[in-house]
């Protein structure tokens, strides 16, 4: 492997100086990325280039948490990126701001692409009806469970949220302290996001078709399953909260817990036979509740509205996010076959490497049907810091520190605040 790829290193460099020799000139862009597996992003550039030995790539890398604010600051200062990760949640605000260029006009055949896309991915993609994005990574939240440890205890996988509560009490009953273990984080993003996945899987919506939040009628799902959890807390004392999801991975690897509400990656790592005591007991279940639906969401390559001035370069950028993101989805192949990375391009459910390499920790015909049914979140140019206040407020009401009306009408109070300010009413 690394003897072939030395090679195309080499014939990259041959034919960028015979290009260059015949008078071909080479166009430069630049790739803003969180430093995640940089190992392989850096190799998947070097492979583009070498079947495209006109472009040069240079990868920027920076932190998860200084990503955002690292990229706003660049917008600001007319020092974007040509292309970059983008996030559900950032693309209102970047693409109003005009930071972003929409597919339709930049790079109209990767348009194509969102044929194959799952709806939450293409939902995610879209602002105003126009594309911007094909897709790096996309997951979903799901309901995960102990296999052995219920079926030690003669217990159904839960369909409904009270089957979940039924089967916590059992086996509470039986000497388990927490049945069910969770991620209580309210500073991260998603804390809210796995809210809204079990809201999602009640049938229920945070927000009508006029952005009016819903939320805080005590005849609603989120109302309701507010209280379900902070009756699971506060009464039932079926829960263990834990700050991060690698401390669900290590518990349920205890044999303290037997269901979870996380993202995907976390079930991999959980059943990580070469680290995980406890690997292969645990799997996924469609969302407790009425519709089973769940939260998806999609980070994407996108380019900016900067890399379009110049044809050559636009014309560059959509070359490279077709390759990272659409043709024959090689990228995303690798992705999800090396590093159990979740994807939105459909087709990969079929694909042999993919259902090989997932096949091993998880049901993968039961995650493509709860992806068929997953849902967008609301993501509006103000989500973002709607979200970081109405998250402490989830926490206090779960814990019993107030009551679930009081959180509820103070979020959906903010969120209109926050509305009409944008808004500019």
Not at 58 to 76: C, E, G, I, K, Q
Not at 150 to 175: F, M, N, R, Y
Not at 278 to 300: N, S, Y
Request: glycine share 6%; hydrophobic share 45%; with cysteine.
């Amino acid at each position: 492997m690394a003897l072939h790829l030395k090679h195309l290193v080499r014939v990259a460099v041959v034919l960028a100086l015979a290009l260059a020799s015949f008078g071909v000139a080479q166009t430069d862009i630049d790739f803003a990325v969180w430093n995640y597996s940089l190992d392989i992003v850096q190799d998947n550039i070097e492979k583009f280039e070498s079947e495209n030995p006109d472009v040069d790539v240079t990868l920027n890398d920076y932190t998860w948490p200084d990503y955002h604010d690292t990229m706003v600051l660049r917008f600001r200062g007319n020092n974007a990126p040509d292309t970059l990760y983008v996030g559900q949640d950032w693309l209102p605000a970047w693409a109003s701001a005009g930071w972003l260029a929409p597919f339709d006009e930049a790079c109209p055949d990767l348009t194509q692409y969102a044929a194959d896309a799952a709806n939450y991915a293409v939902n995610d993609m879209t602002y105003q009806d126009q594309l911007y994005g094909l897709p790096y990574y996309a997951d979903t939240i799901s309901f995960l469970y102990n296999g052995a440890i219920l079926e030690e205890h003669g217990i159904a996988v839960p369909e409904t949220w009270d089957d979940v509560l039924q089967a916590s009490l059992q086996l509470k009953e039986a000497g388990m302290d927490h049945p069910f273990v969770y991620e209580y984080g309210q500073e991260l993003p998603n804390f809210f996001d796995a809210f809204v996945a079990q809201v999602y899987g009640r049938g229920g919506d945070m927000f009508d078709e006029d952005l009016n939040p819903v939320f805080n009628d005590p005849e609603n799902a989120a109302f309701q399953h507010l209280q379900w959890l902070q009756e699971a807390v506060t009464e039932h004392d079926i829960m263990e909260l834990v700050p991060h999801e690698t401390d669900v991975i290590r518990t349920m690897n205890t044999g303290q817990h037997a269901f979870s509400v996380v993202y995907n990656y976390v079930l991999a790592a959980m059943n990580e036979e070469a680290t995980q005591p406890r690997a292969g007991e645990f799997a996924l279940a469609l969302m407790p509740g009425e519709a089973h639906q769940t939260l998806g969401f999609a980070k994407f390559y996108s380019i900016s509205q900067a890399a379009t001035n110049d044809a050559d370069k636009r014309e560059a950028a959509c070359q490279f996010i077709e390759y990272m993101g659409g043709g024959d989805y090689s990228i995303a192949t690798r992705w999800a076959a090396e590093n159990g990375l979740g994807f939105a391009q459909l087709p990969l459910f079929e694909d042999p490497a993919v259902r090989d390499a997932w096949n091993d920790w998880i049901d993968v015909d039961l995650l493509r049907e709860q992806v068929a049914s997953a849902r967008t979140g609301t993501w509006t140019e103000w989500t973002s810091i709607w979200s970081a206040y109405f998250r402490p407020l989830l926490a206090q009401a779960m814990v019993g520190e107030s009551t679930v009306e009081e959180a509820m009408n103070s979020g959906a109070a903010r969120w209109i605040e926050y509305r009409e300010t944008v808004r500019g009413n």
